[in-house]
Nanobody, 124 residues
Framework: QVQLVESGGGLVQAGGSLRLSCAASGGTFSWYIVGWFRQAPGKEREFVAAITWGGGSTYYAESVKGRFTISRDNAKKTVYLQMNSLNSEDTAVYYC?????????????????WGQGTQVTVSS
């Protein structure tokens, strides 16, 4: 059973930065992809970024390209989401998720395992 635990959320001023972590355990991840999704109040969950464990291929939503960077530490089984130039539209609960097939990357319903989420609040 795969388990994911997010951390690193918090309150930050607009223009600031945060780094989220997603620690994985309980599975073999060499072929997996890990994605970050977010859900703001009253809005649908949306894809943010993803990375493959093996090759390190990365994928980003257009809204975060150039501001967010996803990376991984295979030895620690941890995926990071570095978020820079944050604005109020980035306020949401951020979730990491994983699955054993890469495509489709941005479709959350295809991910099998989810973390509990971490709140990110950007104040203007």
């Amino acid at each position: 059973q795969v388990q994911l635990v997010e951390s690193g959320g918090g309150l930050v001023q607009a223009g600031g930065s945060l780094r989220l972590s997603c620690a994985a355990s309980g599975g073999t991840f060499s072929w997996y992809i890990v994605g970050w999704f977010r859900q703001a109040p009253g809005k649908e969950r949306e894809f943010v970024a993803a990375i493959t464990w093996g090759g390190g291929s990365t994928y980003y939503a257009e809204s975060v390209k150039g501001r967010f960077t996803i990376s991984r530490d295979n030895a620690k089984k941890t995926v990071y989401l570095q978020m820079n130039s944050l604005n109020s539209e980035d306020t949401a609960v951020y979730y990491c998720a994983t699955k054993g097939t890469v495509v489709p990357v941005a479709q959350g319903t295809t991910y099998n395992y989810w973390g509990q989420g971490t709140q990110v609040t950007v104040s203007s």
